[in-house]
């Protein structure tokens, strides 16, 4: 098991941008692709980006490609989320997640482990 915990969400206004950052312990954390994703109320969960173990594989929904970027830290257990020009429709809660099969996936199913989430508010 990995234990996720996510910090850096916020109130924000549109168009600023705003780091959300996710510490992983417990199971060997390089190994496992870890995603972002996101949920509003009332909605879905719903994907937001993930990252390979090596770092050099990303993919992201269509919703935030060319807004977000993930990255992740090996050597310090880290994944992070730089979300860009945030719009009133990114505010959700975010969480991390870990998939310990190595899979670039999109789909909830495939991640073991969650974070508790960071509620990011962007205001228009």
Request: charged fraction near 15%; include cysteine; charge should be positive.
């Given at each position: 098991q990995v234990q996720l915990v996510e910090s850096g969400g916020g109130l924000v206004q549109a168009g600023d941008s705003l780091g959300l950052s996710c510490a992983a312990?417990?199971?060997?954390?390089?190994?496992?692709?870890?995603?972002?994703?996101?949920?509003?109320?009332e909605k879905e969960r719903e994907f937001?980006?993930?990252?390979?173990?090596?770092?050099?594989?990303?993919?992201?929904?269509?919703?935030?490609?060319?807004?977000?970027?993930?990255?992740r830290d090996n050597t310090k257990n880290m994944v992070y989320l730089q979300m860009n020009s945030l719009k009133p429709e990114d505010t959700a809660v975010y969480y991390?997640?870990?998939d310990p099969s190595g899979r670039l996936?999109?789909?909830?199913?495939?991640?073991?482990?969650w974070g508790q989430g960071?509620?990011?508010t962007v205001s228009s």
């Open positions: 312990n417990g199971r060997t954390f390089s190994p496992n692709t870890m995603g972002w994703f996101r949920q509003a109320p937001v980006a993930s990252i390979k173990p090596s770092g050099g594989t990303t993919r992201y929904a269509d919703s935030v490609k060319g807004r977000f970027i993930i990255s991390c997640a870990a996936s999109a789909n909830t199913i495939y991640y073991a482990d960071t509620q990011v």
